[in-house]
């Protein structure tokens, strides 16, 4: 991994990959170095924010001595279960592209855990990595100009839920009444969170 300044009060740790910085981001949580103040992982990076005035030689040298696993499983984070009506407008279609048909499509998606692994593009938006891996599809074509608040899509190795209406090209394959953000507690899905899809009418 290479460790590079960013200002005076930050160090990016850039990995070969989201496994490594999963288990990069799992390490510096576990034995967070002296002054290390918030972890934010990336797809192939990880920021270390850390306290004015330390030393940032120190926090690289220990950064480069923790023992990182490979590993890019669960964590012993929080655990949240959210339902989801599965008829999204996308859902026979991804059925078609994996082959499992539409109800393979939500036995698959409610059927293994999912991580989440950094956040991204609107406040509350998790990207989910770890589930089962017959649900990589590409994303759309054609991008939507709009698509409703908790909207559950794929995309890629990712799944994830549509915090607020925005624009997205991702396969969207149900919905949720869940809150993914609010300006007094945050984010639902905080990273290294576990995430279970239960399946609802």
């Given at each position: 991994?290479?460790?590079?300044?960013?200002?005076?009060?930050?160090?990016?740790?850039?990995?070969?990959?989201?496994?490594?910085?999963?288990?990069?981001?799992?390490?510096?949580?576990?034995?967070?170095?002296?002054?290390?103040?918030?972890?934010?992982?990336?797809?192939?990076?990880?920021?270390?924010?850390?306290?004015?005035?330390?030393?940032?030689?120190?926090?690289?040298?220990?950064?480069?001595?923790?023992?990182?696993?490979?590993?890019?499983?669960?964590?012993?984070?929080?655990?949240v279960?959210?339902?989801?009506?599965?008829?999204?407008?996308?859902?026979?279609?991804?059925?078609?592209?994996?082959?499992?048909?539409?109800?393979g499509?939500?036995?698959?998606?409610?059927?293994?855990?999912?991580?989440?692994?950094?956040?991204?593009?609107?406040?509350?938006?998790?990207?989910?990595?770890?589930?089962?891996?017959?649900?990589?599809?590409?994303?759309?074509?054609?991008?939507?100009?709009?698509?409703?608040?908790?909207?559950?899509?794929?995309?890629?190795?990712?799944?994830?839920?549509?915090?607020?209406?925005?624009p997205?090209?991702?396969?969207?394959i149900?919905?949720?009444?869940?809150?993914?953000?609010?300006?007094?507690?945050?984010?639902?899905?905080?990273p290294?969170?576990?995430?279970?899809f239960?399946a609802?009418?």
């Amino acid at each position: 991994m290479k460790v590079l300044p960013c200002g005076d009060s930050g160090l990016l740790v850039e990995v070969d990959g989201l496994p490594e910085v999963l288990a990069l981001a799992d390490a510096v949580r576990a034995a967070p170095p002296a002054g290390v103040l918030d972890v934010v992982s990336a797809a192939r990076t990880v920021l270390l924010c850390v306290e004015p005035g330390t030393d940032l030689t120190e926090v690289r040298r220990a950064v480069l001595d923790l023992d990182v696993g490979a590993g890019a499983g669960l964590s012993d984070g929080e655990r949240v279960e959210i339902e989801v009506v599965y008829d999204g407008p996308d859902l026979e279609e991804v059925g078609e592209l994996t082959g499992l048909g539409a109800d393979g499509v939500v036995a698959a998606h409610t059927g293994t855990p999912w991580r989440a692994a950094f956040g991204g593009f609107a406040p509350g938006f998790a990207y989910l990595v770890g589930g089962d891996p017959r649900l990589e599809v590409p994303r759309r074509q054609v991008s939507r100009t709009s698509v409703p608040p908790g909207s559950v899509g794929l995309a890629g190795e990712f799944s994830g839920v549509y915090p607020r209406s925005s624009p997205g090209g991702w396969q969207l394959i149900g919905r949720t009444h869940a809150e993914l953000w609010n300006i007094d507690r945050g984010a639902l899905l905080q990273p290294g969170c576990t995430v279970e899809f239960k399946a609802v009418r």
